[in-house]
């Protein structure tokens, strides 16, 4: 009879999780099916079994959280706010990681306006219980884009709490306004905290999705670390030393293809960039750089040095508009071996739809088979120059011209 009488409990447990109903059936007493039972009333709207249910769970349970919340729910049900509060209160105190009762509070914190308890339940229940990030982000949000709120919240972000990457990530690209950003961030530093590098990339990257290039100009003029928008082409010299949307390379991976950083074979600690294709078809186009550069003429210089490179047309550089990819420039077709000697790009940035422009090292191809590659190319000392005006007869129709560097 007692291992009948064990079973049955243990069985009864099992089913408390999944099947309250047969749960109770089986054994009567028992705590989790009970409190089940009583959130399946709640939900429902049968007020009168939910608190019956919930009340046995506390005889049997006396220090049972979820039971008081859900006293607390029914009290709330039935406009006995005072009585809500009172109980949720009691059930948060005496089961502290009660999600539910948490996240209860914290509302009803943010709807007194009490930014500091709501921000303190939502920080807790978001170190203890991660899983909340989809109900407590939002909620976030609305504090942080708010100015009566961001304030609040700038003190909670400046202590660095592990949800704040996922967070911020989110609120950067979902924010109504990009101001709505800037004004976290200096909220951020007036607490003096320090808005991450990933964060001010995320927002430059939305700047530039936006194609919103007076903002972008602004925030790099008022943040120089971040880049500068009077400097023409980034980290050039490829040394290594630039990082993000704005401040230097993006070098993508491709199979078929290396592209990186390298050390320069034929002059001691110099470094440049080195490509490597491995005699397949590579749409390459990983090497790149947005630039900023104000309408006009324009000169670009480099060097290049290559190793038995052979594709049915050539690598080249292209210089594009953003947004509308309209072509600006374009170098020579580049192939075949050659020890470093220099190209150039004359080029003209139109008045009009070419806030930014894009800097491209691309496999020239117009169709699949001319992707195919093989061979070595380096890449060093980038430089772009401003030129004089052009006269206004050649301003109107801007030539596209390519200067051809000896072989």
Not at 190 to 209: M, S, T
Not at 260 to 268: G, L, R, T
Not at 271 to 277: E, G, V
Request: charged share 20%; net charge neutral.
């Amino acid at each position: 009879m007692l291992l009948w009488l064990v079973g049955v409990r243990g069985y009864s447990d099992y089913l408390a999780r999944v099947l309250p109903e047969r749960a109770l059936a089986l054994n009567p007493s028992q705590p989790e099916a009970l409190l089940r039972a009583a959130e399946s009333a709640l939900l429902t709207h049968r007020l009168g079994e939910a608190e019956n249910l919930a009340r046995e769970a506390l005889r049997i349970a006396p220090m049972s959280g979820p039971a008081l919340r859900v006293l607390g729910a029914v009290a709330e049900a039935r406009g006995d706010q005072a009585r809500a509060r009172q109980l949720i209160e009691l059930a948060v105190a005496v089961t502290p990681r009660d999600t539910a009762g948490q996240f209860w509070l914290a509302i009803n914190a943010l709807v007194a306006r009490d930014l500091g308890d709501c921000l303190r339940r939502l920080d807790r229940l978001l170190r203890f219980e991660p899983q909340v990030e989809p109900d407590a982000f939002p909620i976030l949000a609305t504090i942080a884009v708010s100015p009566a709120g961001v304030g609040a919240i700038a003190g909670t972000l400046a202590q660095d709490p592990p949800w704040r990457g996922g967070f911020m990530q989110q609120l950067i690209y979902q924010a109504p306004a990009a101001t709505d950003v800037l004004r976290l961030f200096r909220a951020i530093s007036a607490e003096q905290g320090k808005v991450h590098p990933g964060e001010w990339d995320a927002l430059i990257a939305r700047l530039i999705a936006a194609n919103d290039w007076i903002r972008l100009r602004r925030l790099l003029s008022a943040h120089p670390e971040l880049g500068s928008a009077n400097t023409l082409v980034h980290d050039g010299a490829f040394d290594g030393d630039g990082h993000g949307p704005v401040l230097g390379w993006n070098i993508g991976r491709v199979p078929g293809a290396d592209a990186m950083i390298s050390e320069d074979p034929s002059a001691a600690g110099n470094r440049a960039l080195r490509l490597q294709f491995h005699d397949r078809r590579v749409p390459f186009r990983h090497v790149s750089q947005l630039l900023l550069l104000q309408p006009g003429p324009y000169r670009l210089t480099g060097r290049v040095r290559l190793v038995d490179l052979q594709t049915p047309r050539g690598l080249a550089w292209t210089l594009t508009c953003t947004p509308g990819q309209a072509v600006i420039g374009k170098s020579e077709l580049l192939s075949g071996s050659s020890d470093w000697r220099a190209f150039d790009i004359q080029f003209q940035v139109p008045e009009d739809n070419c806030g930014g422009q894009s800097l491209v090292l691309a496999v020239e191809a117009r169709i699949a088979a001319e992707q195919q590659i093989v061979g070595e190319a380096w890449f060093d000392d980038l430089q772009i120059a401003a030129l004089a005006p052009r006269s206004s007869a050649d301003a109107a129709h801007p030539k596209l011209e390519t200067v051809t560097g000896s072989r």
